[in-house]
């Protein structure tokens, strides 16, 4: 089983309010991250957890705010975010066995619309 | 990868044909390479992948080449079939112990029947 689950599908919000993206696996991985995509461009890496410790912030701005509870589960908090945030944003996990090396596999995203 | 902009470079092939998809990667450190296939409204799938100490790894229907003189990684795919339409992405990790990957711009399948 190499699924990656992502929740909600959807998501649209103004630039005043507050909500979360909810990312989940349960292969045993011990490394998850968040990415952003914009149309017709590759996943650009936001951040990356490394047994529930955040390893790598892609200087990304503090109006993104990861959380990783334990291992199979990953946050992205999202206040006071701008229209041109708009994009999708995807979750991976991998095991972190052999970072240089581990696969990656990607949940489905979720698609945020700030208006 | 460079940015192509707005458009995506497009692979066109007839049903049956066999495709390569190339891939220029910009980190001579680089030492695992990885090849994964998007399909709209969906996340990058994972097709193939190759460590630097290998030239060419063969999967089912899918063959990964790899040429670390001209930094050049090129995806084949036989007998290609309609499902197999979708953008295709190459991706780097050149982190030096972090798995961090850097992707290509991507170029779109277009399997005619």
């Known amino acids: 089983d190499t699924e990656v689950t992502q929740t909600p599908k959807h998501l649209v919000m103004g630039m005043t309010n507050k909500k979360s993206l909810k990312c989940e696996q349960h292969m045993g991985h011990r490394a998850m991250y968040w990415y952003k995509q914009k149309a017709k461009k590759p996943p650009e890496l936001m951040f990356v957890?490394?047994?529930?410790?955040?390893?790598i912030n892609e200087s990304v701005p503090s109006r993104f705010s990861p959380e990783c509870p334990n291992s199979s589960l990953l946050n992205l908090h999202l206040h006071a975010l701008q229209p041109e945030d708009s994009a999708l944003y995807l979750c991976?996990?991998?095991?972190?066995?052999?970072?240089?090396?581990?696969?990656?596999?990607f949940g489905p995203g979720t698609r945020l619309t700030v208006l | 990868g460079e940015s192509v902009g707005l458009h995506l470079p497009t692979l066109s092939v007839q049903e049956g044909d066999n495709s390569i998809i190339n891939c220029a990667y910009s980190?001579?450190?680089?030492?695992?390479f990885i090849w994964y296939k998007q399909e709209s409204g969906k996340g990058p799938q994972f097709i193939i992948d190759i460590r630097s100490n290998m030239d060419k790894r063969q999967g089912q229907r899918v063959t990964v080449l790899l040429n670390k003189t001209v930094k050049h990684l090129s995806l084949q795919i036989a007998a290609t079939q309609p499902g197999d339409s979708a953008v295709y992405f190459c991706?780097?990790?050149?982190?030096?112990?972090?798995?961090?990957?850097?992707f290509g711009a991507g170029t779109r399948l277009a399997v005619h029947p």
């Open positions: 957890y490394s047994y529930e410790k955040l390893s």
């Open positions: 991706a780097e990790n050149a982190s030096g112990g972090y798995n961090k990957l850097i």
């Open positions: 991976a996990s991998s095991q972190d066995r052999d970072p240089a090396t581990d696969t990656q596999y």
């Open positions: 980190n001579s450190a680089s030492d695992y």
